[in-house]
């Protein structure tokens, strides 16, 4: 058979992608309608799938005169709580959170999280923290066994740009695997974080008996290390979206 035309592979492709943003859609939207609440302190999570999140909410407070304030995770979170026309707060005005709902670039079976595949994980881990329950909102492809079963690209950690060679031959040697610096698109130089950081993408072996809160651990404890993008322990409840628009919720 002859190999697919690029047009069909593009078509294929884009085919693809639109059933994994009806996924997030639809974990996205039945989140905000089982949990938000007139009076809500709110923190937005990053990303693409709280951006139908942030979507649902605007519409809510908007036909059902909802009174809640948002505090963003990010650049991104903020610019989204703002075009939305959403009430934008801080946690210096809202230290405690009644919930933060966030995106996922895994989700294990014990709602161990990797975060940071846009690099926010360290605002999102302080605003996770402050909240009463954490919802994390994502489409089924990110559902796994063990962390790194599927997400291949790496646990973010973000670092003090002074520290970046110190916190990669610290891994590289005590740990396993390899901390790769992330690099911009087109390679213009590293990517720098909303707190003018860098990020280790660190590649470690996957396996299912790994103590997460125990590797969390030996990463904080290098200094240089600002935050890393395990979320152990952390997460309320999961949403799950599929592309026919099915929702598993753990
Ligand atoms: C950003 C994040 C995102 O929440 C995560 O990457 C998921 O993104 P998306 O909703 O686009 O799948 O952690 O730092």
Not at 53 to 72: I, M, Q, T, Y
Not at 110 to 139: R, S
């Amino acid at each position: 058979t002859p190999a697919p035309s690029t047009a069909t592979r593009a078509f294929s492709l884009s085919e693809a992608m639109a059933s994994v943003a009806k996924g997030k859609r639809a974990a996205a939207f039945k989140a905000i309608d089982d949990h938000i609440k007139d009076g809500d302190r709110i923190g937005i999570g990053s990303g693409s799938t709280i951006v139908f999140a942030v979507e649902r909410l605007a519409e809510r407070v908007k036909n059902e005169k909802l009174s809640v304030r948002c505090v963003p995770t990010s650049f991104q979170a903020k610019e989204l709580i703002i075009s939305n026309g959403l009430v934008l707060s801080n946690l210096e005005t809202d230290h405690v959170l009644d919930i933060a709902i966030d995106g996922a670039d895994e989700v294990d079976k014990d709602l161990n999280l990797i975060k940071g595949g846009g690099g926010c994980q360290t605002q999102e881990k302080i605003v996770a923290f402050a909240a009463k329950k954490f919802i994390v909102i994502a489409d089924d492809s990110k559902k796994s066994e063990y962390l790194g079963e599927k997400w291949k690209t790496g646990l973010p950690i973000e670092v003090l740009q002074i520290a970046h060679k110190v916190v990669k031959a610290k891994i590289e040697s005590s740990l396993e695997g390899t901390a790769d610096l992330r690099i911009a698109q087109k390679k213009a130089g590293p990517v720098v974080t909303d707190n003018g950081n860098l990020i280790l993408d660190w590649k470690f072996d996957a396996a299912r008996d790994k103590d997460w809160s125990q590797v969390n651990g030996l990463l904080k404890a290098i200094p240089g290390v600002v935050e890393t993008g395990l979320f152990v322990g952390m997460t309320s409840c999961v949403y799950f979206g599929s592309p026919n628009g099915e929702i598993l919720t753990i």
